[in-house]
């Protein structure tokens, strides 16, 4: 009981010390305000995102389309509303594959260490030498572009910063006494690993998240952007950019505002990971 | 290996025992060198196996998609190119048939109409690539470094603000969309810069050898600029947050109680520390960079290793991007070996084989 009164003494403690940081506060509303977007998106979009108007071809924006249209005349602001969605949606996903695969393998390195933790880091060394880039397009290849295939390649290749991180709180946590008593009462191993040290470990992780999920949607969009991430005409950003690219020299409309879509929202999410660390890493306080 | 507490060099008693502290240091530092290549070798291996793996278990093999493709493909052809290219084998006897030729740069023939040796594909594209990454990384190291030392000295300053925001900026931007905006202002709208390719197409065999360089360096600023972004971001970040915690330290405020100059006591004492963490930041920022070729070669259509992995993923052809994949890394892991070994340059306890704790 004590305890828990304690862990929650702190959670109130953090949460309090983030409402003060500028960063944390500002990042928190920018992904706050990006996932009423995504949801409400059908009410919000003033137009289908999808409608092709031949009469309005590559139109600067003007007060009845906002942000201009594309070359088949799609509503830009629409397309835009609804490209949140699918980042939203890669990103989430594919750090939710990241985490759990980094969260399961770092906990064994850290927790069994010897030959597993060997192991599992000589695994972690040898994707960290592939430029992720070059291993994603390397599995997409054989596989049909699709958001799926591109939310789970995406996880699959991004979960080492996650074990490392995992494994270096497991071993500083394993030898503690609360530990010792979890296991004095009987508990197996896979009890004390994820009910007793995870919990502990939960804040650090929560950090990545927040980073990883930044960093998953310019993935997404670099991928999508070459041509072999979501394939038109379901809107993303990166594949709007495309578009922007081909029709660089006439609609500059087209190349600026997804961009913009995409830094303001990896902003969000890396203002929030960063806020988040300071907050709950209490020596940071004195910067 | 454990040396007497305090050290030779700094007793300064004449050049002789400085001379045997400088040989201890050579043993001590090929000692390491050896240690670090012999560690290499596994995680090499298995840089082979994952992309050897990625290429071989991944649902429907190589032939069948490229079969897919042509209409006149007989099971009996099909099964003479199977055999052809050995893929009728057990997989382990594939992958040693691979490795070995991987030892000699074998890396078998693309699937392209022109069934060109791989290695020959990648060979005549590396040095673009290096030459952009090397020149990016290079204005990393210029720019990102003095920036950080200058936030963190004027810690909570004007100053800081702005460039911690700017930084927050430009590592949030998309690489690709800033080329894209960076083409549309000064290739499109000012006309100052060419917008794709390596040197002009036009009157390009004409020109002197100076022009030619000229044109080059016209050509790459855009491509180097873009590609640098984030990773500048990054280390000035950590430049700042490494001298905000050398700057702490006690020896620090022993130095400016001696009444050393600031300016040498920032430079001289700070930032030679403050600089060991970014050498790791460096080595592991690589295959970031590299990974953005991908991106900045097929926008600014510089022909590289990027431009070719990602016209082997459009038309599969998989044993192109198998090399590629596995050269890249390949590159990465000595990118890695090259800041292990400038981190023992700059690290003496490290050199020597004196470890922190001793």
């Not at chain 2, 298995?46 to 050897?52: A, K, V």
């Not at chain 2, 700057?247 to 022993?254: A, H, V």
Request: charged residues 15%; contains cysteine.
């Amino acid at each position: 009981m004590d305890a828990y009164v304690d862990g929650t003494r702190h959670q109130i403690l953090w949460l309090s010390r983030m409402s003060k940081n500028p960063m944390a506060v500002a990042g928190s509303l920018i992904v706050v305000g990006l996932c009423i977007v995504a949801i409400f998106a059908p009410w919000l979009a003033p137009y289908d995102p999808q409608a092709i108007d031949t009469w309005h071809v590559l139109e600067a924006p003007s007060r009845m389309h906002l942000l201009g249209t594309d070359a088949l005349g799609r509503d830009c602001l629409s397309r835009l509303i609804y490209g949140a969605r699918i980042s939203l949606l890669v990103g989430i996903v594919a750090v939710g594959i990241s985490t759990l695969i980094g969260t399961f393998l770092g906990a064994l390195a850290g927790f069994y260490g010897r030959w597993i933790d060997t192991l599992i880091m000589r695994l972690v060394d040898i994707m960290l030498c592939f430029p992720t880039i070059f291993l994603i397009m390397a599995v997409i290849a054989f596989l049909e572009p699709s958001i799926w295939n591109i939310m789970v390649v995406i996880g699959l290749t991004s979960w080492m910063g996650v074990a490392r991180l995992v494994r270096a709180e497991f071993l500083s946590l394993k030898g503690r006494d609360f530990v010792l008593a979890a296991r004095i009462t009987g508990a197996s191993d896979m009890r004390i690993i994820f009910s007793h040290i995870l919990p502990n470990a939960v804040a650090p992780i929560l950090v990545t998240v927040a980073l990883g999920i930044g960093s998953a949607i310019l993935t997404e969009s670099a991928l999508s952007f070459l041509g072999i991430g979501v394939q038109p005409p379901t809107p993303s950003w990166g594949n709007m950019l495309t578009e922007g690219k081909n029709n660089l020299e006439i609609a500059w409309w087209l190349s600026v505002f997804p961009g913009m879509a995409i830094l303001i929202t990896v902003l969000g999410y890396n203002l929030l990971g960063e806020g988040l660390r300071d907050a709950l890493d209490p020596r940071m306080m004195q910067d | 290996m454990k040396i007497r507490g305090n050290c030779p060099y700094l007793d300064s008693s004449g050049p002789e025992s400085r001379q045997r502290w400088y040989n201890h240091t050579d043993m001590a530092f090929s000692l390491y060198l050896i240690k670090k290549t012999i560690t290499l070798v596994p995680t090499f291996l298995g840089i082979t196996l994952i992309s050897f793996m990625v290429m071989h278990l991944a649902p429907g093999e190589p032939m069948t998609i490229q079969a897919d493709f042509n209409p006149k493909m007989t099971p009996e052809v099909r099964a003479r190119l199977r055999a052809e290219y050995g893929l009728d084998r057990p997989l382990y006897i594939q992958y040693w048939k691979w490795l070995k030729g991987l030892a000699v740069l074998d890396l078998g023939r693309s699937f392209a109409p022109d069934r060109r040796p791989v290695w020959d594909k990648i060979k005549e594209r590396l040095p673009v690539t290096i030459l952009i990454n090397a020149l990016a990384m290079g204005l990393i190291i210029v720019i990102a470094i003095p920036l950080g030392v200058a936030a963190s000295v004027r810690q909570g300053s004007l100053f800081d603000n702005i460039t911690t925001v700017l930084v927050f900026v430009a590592y949030a931007a998309p690489g690709f969309w800033v080329a894209l905006l960076l083409m549309l202002y000064f290739g499109v709208h000012l006309g100052w810069l060419p917008i794709s390719g390596l040197h002009s197409l036009i009157g390009y065999r004409e020109m002197s050898w100076g022009e030619k360089v000229l044109d080059w360096c016209r050509h790459l600023i855009l491509p180097v600029l873009v590609s640098a972004l984030g990773g500048l971001a990054g280390l000035s970040r950590y430049t700042r947050s490494s001298m905000l915690e050398v700057l702490r330290q006690d020896y620090i405020t022993t130095a400016r109680a001696k009444g050393l100059p600031e300016r040498r006591v920032i430079y001289h004492h700070a930032l030679r520390n403050a600089l060991l963490p970014l050498i790791t930041i460096l080595g592991l920022s690589i295959p970031g960079l590299i990974g953005g070729s991908v991106i900045f070669e097929s926008i600014f259509a510089i022909p590289g290793v990027g431009q070719l992995m990602w016209s082997s993923v459009m038309a599969r052809d998989y044993p192109v991007l198998m090399g590629n994949l596995v050269i890249v890394s390949v590159l990465t892991l000595l990118g890695n070996l090259l800041a292990d070994i400038g981190y023992a340059l700059a690290d003496p306890r490290i050199r020597t084989g004196i470890q922190k704790g001793d």
